[in-house]
């Protein structure tokens, strides 16, 4: 029966400079040339990954956290948040002073014209700060916004039932619709394909991928994961400047135990 493997972005395919070891992608062509799907799952948006998805020859891909899901560069499921939440936690940032960024599958645009926060965060990821445009959810679907705190959360967490805020980074929570999650978008690409969860492993290192490393048939967490993320894994790898991926892959079955490693 044919297999397929999850991939997280940063943490697990790229390492803290954003650097792709060249064991994992060496390691990836291997699965595809044995026959194994492979496929990214990110909380980050279809633009933000476009050249990872060239380099590594995958066109399947869960992005916003389970809230877009492409199979074979075909749109599967897509679930937008309520225009009218996102309306209504604006209003209670505007009274915080915190910042927004609302992303779609384009692009991503912010409420705040400059923020130590959102340029700190997304500086993480080698992104620019975002043009500024506050209505930019209105008329638009909107996957995923990042709200910008460190404090007052309650707030939120308290009056926004219908949203689910998942941590990513000292200075940002990632907002999606309420139970949306990369395993949310994983069953829908794999209903697609018919295959059974069994035959389904995914690789991650954060917070926000929990629920996929539960739901799938094996979870491997990556050395430099979150301590509670290791606790919900199947499978404990090294770290990912470790080749940690290569090594996962290997205790799995799913890759040869001669596969070297690229130095």
Same mark, same amino acid.
């Given at each position: 029966?044919?297999?397929?493997?999850?991939? %997280?972005?940063?943490?697990?395919?790229? %390492?803290?400079?954003?650097?792709?070891?060249?064991?994992?992608?060496?390691?990836?062509?291997?699965?595809?040339?044995?026959?194994?799907?492979?496929?990214?799952?990110?909380?980050?948006?279809?633009?933000?990954?476009?050249?990872?998805?060239?380099?590594?020859?995958?066109?399947?891909?869960?992005?916003?956290?389970?809230?877009?899901?492409?199979?074979?560069?075909?749109?599967?499921?897509?679930?937008?948040?309520?225009?009218?939440?996102?309306?209504?936690?604006?209003?209670?940032?505007?009274?915080?002073?915190?910042?927004?960024?609302?992303?779609?599958?384009?692009?991503?645009?912010?409420?705040?014209?400059?923020?130590?926060?959102?340029?700190?965060?997304?500086?993480?990821?080698?992104?620019?700060?975002?043009?500024?445009?506050?209505?930019?959810?209105?008329?638009?679907?909107?996957?995923?916004?990042?709200?910008?705190?460190?404090?007052?959360?309650?707030?939120?967490?308290?009056?926004?039932?219908?949203?689910?805020?998942?941590?990513?980074?000292?200075?940002?929570?990632?907002?999606?619709?309420?139970?949306?999650?990369?395993?949310?978008?994983?069953?829908?690409?794999?209903?697609?394909?018919?295959? %059974?969860?069994?035959?389904?492993?995914?690789?991650? %290192?954060?917070?926000?991928?929990?629920?996929?490393?539960?739901?799938?048939?094996?979870?491997?967490?990556?050395?430099?994961?979150?301590?509670?993320?290791?606790?919900?894994?199947?499978?404990?790898?090294?770290?990912?400047?470790?080749?940690?991926?290569?090594?996962?892959?290997?205790?799995?079955?799913?890759?040869?135990?001669?596969?070297?490693?690229?130095?």
């Amino acid at each position: 029966m044919r297999k397929i493997v999850f991939f %997280d972005i940063d943490g697990t395919l790229l %390492d803290e400079e954003k650097n792709l070891p060249a064991s994992a992608k060496e390691a990836i062509h291997t699965l595809q040339k044995n026959g194994i799907y492979t496929a990214i799952a990110t909380g980050r948006a279809p633009f933000m990954i476009s050249s990872l998805l060239e380099e590594l020859n995958i066109d399947s891909y869960v992005c916003f956290n389970g809230q877009y899901v492409v199979f074979e560069n075909k749109l599967i499921y897509a679930n937008p948040i309520n225009t009218g939440i996102l309306e209504s936690i604006q209003q209670t940032a505007d009274k915080h002073g915190h910042a927004l960024v609302y992303m779609n599958e384009l692009t991503l645009k912010t409420n705040t014209k400059h923020n130590d926060r959102i340029q700190k965060s997304l500086g993480t990821l080698k992104m620019a700060y975002p043009q500024y445009d506050p209505e930019f959810f209105i008329d638009r679907d909107i996957y995923q916004a990042l709200l910008f705190t460190k404090e007052n959360e309650a707030d939120y967490l308290s009056n926004f039932d219908d949203v689910s805020f998942i941590r990513w980074h000292e200075y940002s929570l990632d907002i999606v619709p309420k139970g949306g999650s990369k395993a949310r978008g994983i069953e829908e690409l794999i209903g697609r394909l018919g295959m %059974d969860m069994n035959e389904v492993y995914a690789f991650g %290192d954060g917070l926000n991928d929990i629920e996929m490393l539960q739901e799938v048939g094996t979870g491997v967490a990556m050395g430099n994961a979150h301590d509670i993320v290791k606790e919900h894994a199947d499978i404990v790898t090294t770290n990912v400047e470790h080749d940690g991926l290569v090594k996962g892959l290997k205790e799995v079955g799913l890759l040869a135990g001669s596969f070297e490693t690229i130095e």
